[in-house]
Nanobody, 123 residues
Framework: QVQLVESGGGLVQAGGSLRLSCVGS????????MGWYRQAPGKQRELVAVITSGGSTNYADSVKGRFTISRDNAKNTAYLQMNSLKPEDTAVYYCNAHVQRRVFGGLAEYGYWGSGTQVTVSS
């Protein structure tokens, strides 16, 4: 089995910063894309940022210039540095990873989600 565990959420004032972490554990051969998504009350889950195993990144327009995604492949960990936070960034933030696992002598890719971490930005 594979687990993704997020940490680093909390309550912060507008303009403040938080750093989220997502650690993968279990039957992992390697991790391809890792991403952060968020879901605010009454809204659909949306992509915040994604990073490939090679370090290429992509961001939602709403967070460009404020958020930075990074990863440590040796630790199966992704980070999301969030600066200049706004009240509209308030949401549950979820980690997603495309994990390669061994199956029947070969490799297969599976998608996994963490359980989420709450980020609340007060005005």
């Amino acid at each position: 089995q594979v687990q993704l565990v997020e940490s680093g959420g909390g309550l912060v004032q507008a303009g403040g910063s938080l750093r989220l972490s997502c650690v993968g554990s279990g039957s992992i051969v390697s991790i391809n894309d890792m991403g952060w998504y968020r879901q605010a009350p009454g809204k659909q889950r949306e992509l915040v940022a994604v990073i490939t195993s090679g370090g290429s990144t992509n961001y939602a327009d709403s967070v460009k210039g404020r958020f930075t995604i990074s990863r440590d492949n040796a630790k199966n960990t992704a980070y999301l540095q969030m600066n200049s936070l706004k009240p509209e960034d308030t949401a549950v933030y979820y980690c997603n990873a495309h994990v390669q696992r061994r199956v029947f002598g070969g490799l297969a890719e599976y998608g996994y989600w963490g359980s989420g971490t709450q980020v609340t930005v007060s005005s």
